[in-house]
């Protein structure tokens, strides 16, 4: 078993607990992990070195867990020929990233962004602060945990939540699933969680913008590849969008010279919403409980990604 990352000490000692007898390889350094990837049985984390070993007829490989939740880049089709099964983090992120959403949308809403580039220049200025998030309205596309947790903290704010997903299955605090286009019409704040995959590629495009209230801020913290950036970047500066919240990039990181850096009506951020001081707690949480499986001689089950689908 090699984990392409250093493990903390509880982290380690839990790992070799679980599964008693297995070799554990764990460090920063490659050079550490390298030699052992072709005979490596469970990969925890994914790099082109580990793609380039352990995807070979002579690879040992059987299962890989990646520490973190998309799984856009990984080589499913040669994850589906050589037998290899895949889980994710997805779960971990929904604290950090729903706290992220909301101060988004806090920051527009009471103008919290402009605030801070006023002080800036020793400026006190009003800048027009008017609007409240309570009682408004929010779609959330995708929910997933972390649309769930978005939508229970919404709740707080009196807001009416809608959803869209591909199963339009209701989820709690969701008072109503509807049609993309239609969450699209009547929302307020419009977040987008969905997962990179080919059929959400551009799924946000000009149509979408138009269909969007002016008065609506969009947020992003799903897949860049999900929205089309021209189409954004026409729907920011013709003002048929009142702004968005950024955490995700169809190119990362975001050239210096992007026309996204330089709008007052955008929040940018480095893809860091699920950065958290619980992360690697929470990722070993999703991980035991499959090892202990996997050791049995069964399937892990809790985060499978289904290779077909793509999440």
């Known amino acids: ?122 400026k006190w200025h009003h800048s027009y602060i008017g609007l409240e998030m309570h009682e408004k309205t929010i779609g959330l596309m995708g929910v997933g945990a972390i649309g769930k947790e978005t939508a229970r903290i919404a709740k707080a704010f009196r807001m009416r939540v809608l959803g869209f997903t591909r199963s339009g299955i209701r989820a709690d605090y969701v008072d109503r699933m509807c049609g993309l286009h239609e969450l699209l019409s009547e929302s307020d704040y419009v977040v987008n969680t969905l997962p990179g995959t080919e059929a959400t590629f551009h799924l946000i495009g000009k149509s979408e913008f138009e269909t969007m209230k002016p008065t609506a801020y969009y947020i992003n913290i799903g897949r860049g590849q999900t929205t ?19 955490d995700v990039f169809e190119e990362e990181p975001l050239p210096r010279d992007h026309p996204l850096w330089e709008m007052d009506n955008v929040i940018i951020a480095p893809h860091s919403s699920g950065s958290t001081e619980q992360y690697n707690d929470r ?29």
């Open 228 to 246: 089309d950036t021209i189409a954004l970047i026409d729907a920011l500066r013709t003002k048929r969008i009142a702004g968005a919240g950024l």
């Open 283 to 311: 990722v070993m949480d999703i991980f035991l409980p499959n090892l202990r499986e996997y050791v049995q001689g069964k399937e892990p089950t809790l985060n499978r990604v289904d290779l077909d689908l793509q999440y």
């Open 1 to 122: 078993m090699v984990f392409l990352m250093q493990l903390a000490d509880q982290h380690l000692n839990a790992a070799i607990e679980a599964a008693p007898g297995w070799e554990v390889i764990h460090s920063k350094e490659s050079s550490d992990w390298l030699p052992h990837l072709k005979d490596a049985e469970i990969v925890v984390g994914w790099n082109n070195q580990a793609a380039q070993q352990c995807l070979t007829g002579e690879s040992a490989l059987r299962w890989v867990h990646t520490w973190g939740a998309g799984v856009d880049r990984f080589p499913f089709d040669a994850f589906k020929r050589g037998g290899v099964m895949l889980t994710n983090s997805s779960g971990v992120h929904s604290y950090p990233i729903s706290e992220t959403i909301i101060g988004i949308m806090l920051a527009f809403t009471r103008k919290l962004d402009v605030y801070v580039r006023n002080q800036l220049e020793k």
